[in-house]
């Protein structure tokens, strides 16, 4: 679909699901071109433990179908497949990052099962392969994997059931902003988060939460306030880890909404002052994103004091002095 300057730069969001959906489709950039029986990504990590001690963390980027969900500010699907993957594909993914990953698999140690959508979707991650992928499992004392609020039910079971670790299930919260939320086009209501949880914690699987800082339709302050009641309300549906994702274009939509200013990326201050505020709550552990860090930088003078800052907070889940900076205060 083309459209001139004036139509991009000035476009109205639909109010309907259906139409939203053709919206920001047809706002898309190409996907990657991908090989199903490879991970689109992978690496070695450490995060802190539920007691504060360091963990090796495996991080593994699986390639699977597209999630059936057209959220407004994801680009996660430039790294999907149209078809599901052929049989056997994730759990060669798994093996062939796990070979080349640097974790160690024996004592402290956890494994993020990414999967750019909803792991229990059996059309992304077949069924089928739950015990190969189990048995890959292993040696982790954790398994972290990702999925929408809709599919928490019998298959966490199904595949918790089978591995030797602990399950960890990370949902995307968003905003408790009622009207962003259902803008976002996630087709997901708070209420139904809660469920979503509630069976978690019945069934003994952490739960895992990811937060928007500043999504479109905010202002700066605003943003940093839904960001610090999302947590709240997180933490109040037992969450035992809520990670900050400061909200960022790259999906074509995202593009469309800053040109007609109906949003705007937060400022590297909103995501240290909501980081703040998370670690301030000792409800659980808190961290903040900073992939692709230096699009949130507006003061070039402090800017890297206030990532190793945000970094030192991630690591050690305190709060150390505030930055002192003469251009931004």
Known sequence: MNRSPSEESTPVYPSSPSARNRWILD????????????????LAETEPGPDGESVDVATIFLTNRECPWRCLMCDLWRNTLEETVPEGAISAQIAHALENLPVRTSGRSALKLYNAGSFFDPHAIPVDEYPAIARLTAPFDRTIVECHPALV???CLEFRDLLSGRLEVALGLETVHPEVLERLNKRMTLDQFRRAADFLHDERIDLRVFILVRPPWLSEQEGVEWARRSLDFAFDCRATVCSLIPTRPGNGAMESLLAAGEFARPSLDSLESSLEYGLSLRAGRVFADLWDVDQFIRCVDCSERRIQR?????????IPTKVQCDHCG
């Open 27 to 42: 706002r898309r950039p190409a996907r990657n071109v991908l090989d199903p029986l490879r991970p689109y990504a992978f």
């Open 153 to 155: 039910g019998p298959r």
């Open 310 to 318: 945000i970094e030192g907070m991630n690591a050690t889940q305190t």
